[in-house]
């Protein structure tokens, strides 16, 4: 498997890094039918969504792909002030290492849970997918931030209704 990081916009964030520690939770079973995980600064304008992250069931070689896009994963929560202002970059740089990386490990989880979801050879029902996504995205969140069990609601809360 192979992560590559298309990304321009987050500079000197180590996100292959990041995402390789990331992938350690995820039982190598999990991780057979994927060939890349693939982390872009946006979402395509062509994608029929706006989405944190996309999945591509496995090609004619059995291998499918993750893709992660961080204007959705945390670009929205940075400020919107001039980007060339020190403050600025230091508010958005506080903010992606305390939030945006354990938001961009849900979204991780989460797609890598549709390809798992779909390997156990189910008839894909989009509401199913979703939730055994969605479950299988915080089984790993957990492993990975354990002390977040607790603190996950709370931080949810602030990130959907963007408090900050």
Known sequence: MKIIDQTKEYPGQKYIKFVNSLVGYVPESDLTNIG???????????????AQGAYWPPDNKGKGAVDIYLDQCFGHMLTFNDKSKINSKI?????VFLF???HLAHTLFHE?????????????????????AEEYA??????????QRNWYSFTNMIYKNNLF
Do not use: M, R
């Open 36 to 50: 890349t995980i693939n982390i872009y600064d946006k979402c395509p304008k062509h994608y029929p969504v706006i």
């Open 91 to 95: 508010a958005d740089s506080l903010f």
């Open 100 to 102: 945006g990386k354990k």
């Open 112 to 132: 890598i849970g549709h390809l798992v979801y779909e390997q156990k050879g189910q008839k894909v029902i989009k509401k199913e997918s979703e939730k055994f």
């Open 138 to 147: 915080l089984n790993l969140y957990y492993k990975a931030y354990p002390s």
